[in-house]
């Protein structure tokens, strides 16, 4: 629709305000003083502030056509005092006019894989019904992406968004958030608002107003004189400055009230002259308030029906719908249009959709009118309204704004359609209207038998938004009397997740316990004793963990991987196995039965958390590339639906930890970086945030970045507490070890004792899931070596059990730290020899450099040179900085020279990595290779050492990793 006002005089006194539009447009252009393409395109954000009247309106729509004249792409809104509630009002307005011309195909073809996610934010399909819907972050994110492509491909692009403080919350939080972005994008955002109206939880638009320290162009009242010659063009240039002043003054210089009155006194043949003050207040007093309504009613009943009908219906609405709810004919309401207009209430514009539709002059005016309307009236008319819009297909989700405002009374189809919309506005990514939505059915009230589905509808939209209100509403559901079976487990599993969701873990495990008693099917028992398991297994107070592991171990052994239950079941027991550190192969053969027959990272009744431990579990056992494998596919499945919150927070994070075990610690970094940024954006000391938070400190002292590891550390007060729900890595062990890399042996001593008892208790004794023991044996020979070999000597027997090369490989590391040189080089050499043999790269890397100092220390340097060499080509590819200073510092002590580095690419095998690895993965072992490629057995073992880091896997997984 065209901008409201004309454009036909220049607007008075706001000659600065329209040279920072025109210098914001002529730079997003890229003009400068010397011409086009003198300039680079510069985006940014302008905004203006002034109360109801001051011009604003006026102003953003001169910046509009400007904008269009000058060859811009505008994209326009405004928000609407009835619209607040209804969900991205203003996207759709933004965004629609681009697409709404397009065929379906062509539609698709644009929004390209965003299309699910954004087209029913968009309004540009209707709503399906889905197994999942996309959280915000995930509608914001596409939306970002709808926004980019087409600034770049349209540009330059200038966004105006009018009556900023009463655009819905979807669409504000999307822009706010974009906003930083248009600098880069090299588009201009042109943003007014009444600063006074602006709603409380509306932080991200104050903020935007102010950006950057800079206040927002504020509109002042026009002067005595600008006021004069608005008042002489319209009444004549006779009119005297007696009569003008006074103007000013009943106006307050306030541009919409100077022009209504002006233009009314025109059409009443006001003379201008001081004798006419008098009228000139009768007049002003019918320009707002209760004098423009006694006018309004001054036009005739059904006149005053068609406003009043507008009022409630809000912008843009086809006039056939208004004088439905207005009960007018079709020639009754063209009269009423005529005269509305004639008034200068409201006028008639065309729509998109080539429709004509009704808008007010002005808001003020549409405020009024709407807050004149007698109680009684304005609740039935909204009621009237939410049924033509059903009728005429607008759909349920233009008509519950409406049926919000009727008055309960059990009727069932209010009911009906407030679920419906609830289930459009979750389709869509909004899940605060659906909420809004679901408790306004619930007061209706719904009938008996429908009640506790509302409930569990209405305490699953408020999961993730505010569990301990969803742990009221779906307790009370369960309490209702007409509950059937299917819907009863539904909602003990969605509140066994809340209650887990607030950290009452041992809570969800008895409630399930508690509701598998009264279960009728056996496969309902082993599904509710699967959930069981699982929040147990994460539980930081479970009193009796060997038990549970001794239970889950045998159920796990009549199970088949039949269906989604007994999976996720054989899934929690590899997890167990590895936890306790079983062998290796133990846990293995359990995650590949829970694997076959597949797993979903998106079904909201089961999680994504067993997915994500047996994929964890597997890099415990040195098969990192097949972890990797199963998060892209986590990513790929949450990102498909829209999912960008904090289940992608953990996603990113537990991938970034299968790099950091691998030794790719830049790429582990990057990748933990932005699952914290992501958990950052949800909330804070949430678990996501906890993965990440410890993830990132140990990969940091890793790359040998303490600095930055402390900074982490204060940022998000890591030593101020710990979570009741079990993380990975444990955070009270990373404060361990950074209290370890500060130097600080004694509370670093005390921290790691700590997480030794209490894992203890809880039979973990994998050193692959939590290395406490060995940072304690570090920590132990500062001060007393001998319980510091004793330490370390269980945490190699620990790992030896377990049997993964790489955990043997770093507990034998460890374990030469804490002995004398001639010892300590046995014992690096068998570390090196497990450590060849599996894809810890990092772990290998520090294990040569360890050997070769070792050697040095006993006479051996040249086999130290070999291996501080290689230690320290390997130390520089994983990005572990100190490391392989580290190793220069020792070959330059020993009078050698840094010699080139050799690169390769990072995940591609040579001719001879390929050829090893083949053979390895027949069976053959290291001697037998070497004869097959006529080369000596140490060529062998670095050869399948590559091998092993750029596919990740160690020598069991080679065959599935070469496809063979």
């Not at 927002?216 to 063009?233: C, F, G, K, M, N």
Request: proline share 4%; hydrophobic share 45%; aromatic share 6%.
């Amino acid at each position: 629709m065209e901008p409201r006002g004309g454009a036909d005089k220049p607007l008075l006194e706001r000659e600065s305000e329209l040279l920072a539009i025109r210098r914001a447009v002529d730079d997003v252009r890229g003009v400068s003083d010397q011409g086009a393409g003198a300039a680079t395109r510069r985006g940014g954000v302008l905004t203006f502030a002034g109360s109801a009247g001051i011009g604003k309106t006026t102003l953003l729509g001169e910046a509009r056509r400007y904008a269009v004249d000058h060859g811009c792409t505008v994209l326009f809104a405004r928000g609407g005092e009835q619209e607040r509630q209804v969900p991205f009002h203003v996207m759709r307005q933004l965004i629609q006019p681009t697409f709404a011309a397009m065929a379906e195909e062509d539609r698709r073809a644009a929004l390209g894989n965003w299309y699910a996610i954004v087209a029913p934010a968009l309004g540009l399909t209707a709503a399906r019904k889905r197994p999942t819907a996309p959280d915000p972050q995930g509608v914001r994110d596409g939306l970002d992406w709808v926004v980019t492509q087409l600034t770049v491909r349209s540009a330059p692009v200038v966004l105006i968004l009018d009556d900023a403080h009463w655009a819905d919350a979807e669409s504000l939080a999307w822009l706010t958030a974009f906003a930083a972005r248009a600098e880069e994008l090299a588009m201009l955002i042109m943003v007014a608002c009444r600063p006074d109206e602006i709603p409380t939880d509306a932080a991200g638009l104050r903020n935007l107003m102010g950006r950057r320290g800079t206040r927002p162009h504020e509109l002042a009242p026009l002067t005595t004189s600008a006021v004069a010659q608005i008042v002489r063009d319209a009444l004549g240039s006779s009119a005297d400055d007696v009569f003008c002043r006074e103007c000013w003054a009943i106006t307050g210089g306030n541009p919409f009230e100077v022009v209504e009155l002006a233009m009314k006194g025109r059409d009443r043949g006001v003379k201008p002259h001081q004798d006419n003050i008098a009228q000139l207040r009768d007049l002003a007093s019918a320009v707002k308030g209760s004098g423009l309504i006694e006018r309004l009613e001054q036009l005739g009943t059904s006149t005053v029906r068609f406003a009043w009908a507008a009022a409630v219906l809000g912008t843009a609405v086809p006039t056939h719908i208004v004088g439905s709810v207005a009960a007018l004919g079709e020639a009754q309401a063209a009269d009423a249009i005529e005269q509305l207009r004639a008034a200068r209430i409201l006028t008639v514009l065309t729509s998109l959709r080539r429709k004509e539709v009704v808008e007010f002059f002005h808001p003020l005016i549409a405020t009024a009118v709407y807050r004149s309307i007698p109680p009684g009236v304005r609740v039935a008319m909204h009621g009237m309204a939410a049924q033509a819009l059903i009728d005429d297909g607008h759909g349920t989700s233009a008509a519950a704004r409406h049926l919000l405002e009727m008055h309960p009374e059990g009727d069932p189809w209010v009911v009906q359609q407030l679920r419906q919309a609830a289930r459009d506005s979750f389709a869509a990514g909004a899940p605060d209207a659906a909420r809004r939505y679901l408790a306004r059915a619930l007061r209706e009230p719904p009938e008996a038998e429908d009640r506790a589905e509302v409930l569990f509808e209405l305490g699953s939209a408020n999961l993730l938004h505010d569990p301990v209100t969803t742990i009221n509403q779906l307790r009370t559901a369960l309490e209702e009397p007409q509950i059937a079976q299917g819907l009863r487990e539904s909602i003990t599993y969605r509140l066994a997740q809340a209650l887990a969701h607030t950290g009452q873990l041992a809570e969800a495990a008895g409630l399930l316990a508690d509701e598998a008693k009264h279960a009728t099917s056996s496969r309902t028992r082993l599904r509710m004793q699967a959930e069981q398991f699982k929040w147990n297994a994460v539980r930081v107070d479970e009193e009796n963990s060997p038990a549970r592991s001794r239970l889950l171990a045998q159920f796990a052994k009549r199970l088949a991987g039949r269906g989604l239950a007994e999976r996720h079941i054989l899934g929690l027991r590899a997890w167990d196995a590895a936890m306790r550190g079983e062998p290796v192969a133990t846990s293995l053969d359990f995650a590949e039965q829970a694997l076959n027959g597949g797993m979903s990272w998106t079904d909201q009744d089961f999680g994504f958390e067993v997915p994500a431990v047996i994929a964890v579990t597997l890099m415990y056992c040195d098969q990192p590339g097949r972890a990797e494998e199963l998060f892209n596919e986590g990513i790929i499945d949450f990102e498909s639906k829209g999912w960008r919150g904090a289940h992608l927070s953990f996603v990113y994070t537990l991938l970034g930890y299968v790099r950091y075990r691998r030794g790719r610690l830049a790429e582990a970094e990057d990748f933990v970086r932005n699952g914290l940024e992501i958990a950052n954006r949800i909330g804070h000391d949430i678990p996501a945030q906890w993965y990440a938070i410890g993830t990132l400190i140990e990969t940091l002292l890793a790359r040998g970045h303490l600095a930055q590891a402390e900074k982490v550390a204060r940022t998000y007060r890591l030593a101020d507490g710990f979570p009741r729900a079990i993380v990975y890595p444990d955070p009270q062990a990373v404060w361990g070890r950074l209290l370890l890399a500060q130097g600080r042996i004694e509370e670093a001593e005390q921290e790691l004792a700590a997480v030794g008892r209490r894992l203890d208790l809880r039979g973990t004794r994998n050193p692959s899931w939590s290395p406490w023991q060995l940072d304690l044996a570090l920590a132990q020979a500062t001060h007393n070596p001998e319980l510091a070999r004793a330490t370390a000597a269980e945490a190699v027997a620990r790992a030896r059990a377990f049997g993964a090369p790489s955990v043997i490989g770093q507990a034998l590391r460890v374990a030469a730290a804490t002995t004398d040189p001639v010892q300590a080089t046995v014992l690096l050499q068998e570390a090196v020899s497990h450590l060849e043999q599996s894809p810890a790269a990092y772990e290998f890397a520090h294990a040569l450099i360890d050997h070769g100092t070792a050697l040095q220390t006993i006479g051996d340097p040249h086999r130290a040179a070999q291996q501080l060499y290689r230690g320290m080509e390997s130390a520089v590819a994983c990005g572990a900085d100190a490391l392989a200073d580290r190793a220069r510092s020792q070959l330059a002590s020993a009078g050698l020279r840094p010699r080139r580095l050799h690169t390769s690419e990072q995940d591609t095998l040579t001719v001879a990595e390929h050829a090893a690895a083949r053979h390895a993965a027949l069976g053959l072992d290291n001697a037998a290779i070497a004869k097959e490629l006529h080369v000596e057995v140490p060529a062998v073992s670095e050869l399948l050492s590559a091998v092993f880091t750029k596919l990740g896997t160690d020598r069991v997984g080679l065959r599935r990793a070469l496809g063979m």
